[in-house]
């Protein structure tokens, strides 16, 4: 393997490993953490990935080609004046005596011989101008390999996240959103970009310039965003969800965008349609059809046909290859229609996506799509270039300050038009007036087409990656500091948010249970649960550890058990047991306090690890607590007492 690549690699993943620890200590996501030290590391700071290196190495090769082509211009020139001459020479004195034949045939084997001289220098100067042989090249032709591979594994990371996105798409969301995913959402992306064409238009920029960097003014960043609004328990309040419309609607429009902006680019005008259409808008929308219809039968052929065999199977390998397979598949299905591998990884996570094994395939494909997410976003930030920040401070914050405020502006009236509150439309407007890190594939396209120049494409990648920064920060000032109702999760006991197996499994039982925690004590309860003819959801924060259980049918939800929508679809509603297993007591707390909130009526048995957090559970809402701290001191009495003979001793002692 390419030892650039590895050290590459190596150098992120460490680095990444790093930021990311440190982030955690200090309560922030890691997202943030990958930027930033993807800034440090990158070409534009200390540049440990070789890049400047690359560049030189490059201009150093580029240097000896167009030297070897300089002399072997001159060579030919002068091995061509020296075979004119002679042949002038072999012309002037071809008349003359005979006696001079000698001499002639002399002049004629010179003259062969400097054309054989002049052929040989062509055929040793016509090579191919990678093929130069020399250490510059050979150390050239072994970082592009590097660098290739490095580029390849950071787009897969995309690919994973697009897949994410589809896998959690459901028509049951888009129902429920409909009105602000499509009117809010089209409203927020054509002012966005409409008004960034006048913008840019207004400086003396190229409308198609405009197009593109609107378009990445439009987009947002759902995952950092959602995990904002979590941290300060406001994912669940209506207006989240409304706005989470908006979110989704910008993720499906970018493979649209993706499709149309080479066409308006020019790439892909020269391309000859393959279908007969001799329109490229045409042909495009004509194949995008067709995939979309493949994509819908593929669908239904897995929830009706492939899934119940795969789960009868039980085999966690054969699930991520399948996974896998249909990830590819897709992504070659749309290469080769002429579309783009985006949109064929976001179509299969929707044709994997409402059936029994969408969260064991989420769970298996997790551990994939956080490592090469991390080296995505840490190449994000490697693109910065501090230099071109430094000498031009003042026109990027502008900037930045600018698209921030225009896009807050711009959702802030998309959200109001769609009907929610005038203070609500303003927070949840600046909660997404950051660029999204997928805006950045968009960003790349226009730079590669010449759409944009390198100063435009630098200042808005430092817009782009310092808006993502500032995004924490950003949804807390909108949520706390801008005069918002407060508003309380939606406590209601609908079946909305259940998937199809679970409510089955309720409907076909005699009381249902929850419980939180996947460990030990956890699969004993949810197994007693079964063997008691009663429905049991399964709910932990890792997915890895629901695997099992997902394998045996048994219903379960990733996520945090103190999250009302996590609850929601472990069918806290309906439960009549709920029972928290966690070995961490603070969250024990807020499980307990969470699910306390959600069904008033339901018995709630609580585990803690200290007897001072007896009543606080007990105030949050747990009829029972367990102590574990009371337990071991009751055991080692019991034991002393049949044991040692002594007189029993209180446990409170």
């Known amino acids: 393997m390419n030892e650039y690549f590895i050290v590459n690699i190596a150098i992120i993943l460490v680095s990444g490993f790093i930021a990311g620890t440190i982030c955690k200590y200090l309560k922030a996501s890691p997202l943030i953490g990958y930027l930033l030290v993807g800034a440090l590391i990158g070409p534009g700071c200390l540049d440990l990935t070789n890049v400047r290196e690359y560049e030189r190495t490059l201009e150093s090769v580029e240097q000896s080609v167009v030297l070897e082509e300089k002399t072997r211009q001159n060579s030919e020139e002068a091995l061509e004046k020296r075979s004119h001459n002679r042949a002038e020479a072999i012309s002037n004195r071809f008349e003359r005596p005979s006696t001079l034949a000698q001499e002639n045939v002399e002049l004629r084997r010179e003259l062969a011989t400097v054309e054989r001289e002049l052929a040989e220098q062509r055929g040793r100067t016509t090579r191919p101008a990678d093929s130069v042989d020399n250490e510059n090249a050979e150390q050239l032709a072994r970082m592009r390999e590097g660098r290739y591979a490095l580029e390849s594994a950071t787009e897969f990371g995309v690919l994973l996240l697009l897949f994410s996105i589809g896998i959690e798409f459901t028509f049951a969301q888009l129902a429920a959103t409909a009105k602000y995913m499509f009117v809010g959402g089209a409203i927020q992306m054509g ?209 930045l300050v600018g698209a921030v405020a225009f896009k807050a502006c711009c959702a802030t009236l998309a959200l109001r038009i769609c009907g929610m509150d005038r203070r609500g439309a303003r927070a949840y407007g600046i909660c997404i007036s950051q660029i999204g890190e997928l805006a950045f594939m968009i960003l790349s396209v226009a730079y590669a087409a010449g759409a944009l120049k390198e100063g435009a494409y630098n200042t808005m990648l430092f817009v782009s990656v310092a808006s993502l920064v500032l995004t924490p920060n950003l949804v807390k000032f909108a949520i706390t500091k801008t005069g918002m109702p407060e508003e309380v999760a939606d406590a209601s006991k609908s079946d909305e948010d259940i998937s199809p197996e679970l409510i089955r499994a309720i409907t076909n039982s005699e009381g249902h249970g929850i419980v939180v925690g996947a460990g030990p004590i956890g699969q004993t309860l949810a197994n007693a649960l079964l063997k008691a003819k009663r429905s049991v959801c399964v709910v932990d924060f890792n997915p890895v550890n629901l695997q099992s259980y997902s394998q045996d049918n048994v219903p379960t939800v990733a996520g945090d058990g103190a999250d009302h929508e996590v609850l929601r679809k472990a069918g806290i509603g309906r439960a009549r047991l709920v029972f928290v297993t966690t070995p961490n007591d603070d969250l024990t707390i807020n499980v307990v306090r969470s699910a306390r909130a959600l069904n008033p009526t339901a018995e709630i048995v609580a585990r803690t690890r200290y007897r001072i957090n007896v009543a606080p559970l007990q105030r949050a809402g747990a009829g029972f607590v367990l102590c574990e701290e009371n337990a071991i001191a009751e055991d080692m009495l019991k034991l002393i007492e049949d044991n040692v003979g002594g007189a029993p001793v209180p446990a409170s002692v």
């Not at 008004?195 to 207004?202: A, D, H, P, R």
């Not at 609004?229 to 969800?241: I, P, V, Y």
């Not at 649209?256 to 080479?262: A, D, E, H």
């Not at 002429?338 to 299969?348: E, S, Y």
């Open 191 to 399: 002012l966005t970009i409409g008004v960034g064409i006048l913008v840019c238009i207004l400086f003396k920029m190229n409308w198609i310039a405009g197009l593109a960097i609107g378009s990445v003014l439009a987009l947002s960043s759902t995952a950092l965003v959602y995990k904002s609004l979590g941290d300060l328990g406001q994912a669940d309040t209506k207006r989240a969800q409304a706005t989470l419309g908006l979110l989704i609607f910008q993720d499906i429009a970018l493979v649209p965008l993706l499709l149309i902006l080479p066409i308006v680019l020019g790439s892909g005008a020269e391309k000859e349609a393959d279908w007969g259409f001799s329109n490229p808008w045409i042909d495009m929308t004509f194949k995008s059809i067709l995939f979309c219809a493949v994509v819908l039968l593929l669908k239904f052929g897995n929830r009706t046909i492939v899934t119940p065999r795969l789960a009868a199977l039980r085999s966690n390998d054969l699930v991520i290859l399948y996974a896998i397979v249909i990830l590819l598949l897709m992504c070659i299905l749309a290469e080769a229609l002429g579309l783009t591998g985006a949109l064929g990884a976001l179509a299969a996570g929707v044709i994997l996506g409402e059936n029994r094994l969408t969260h064991q395939i989420d769970a298996l494909v997790l551990p994939f799509r956080e490592a090469f997410s991390s080296m995505f976003f840490i190449s994000l930030g490697m693109l910065t270039d501090f230099a071109y920040v430094f000498h031009r401070p003042l026109v990027c914050l502008l900037t």
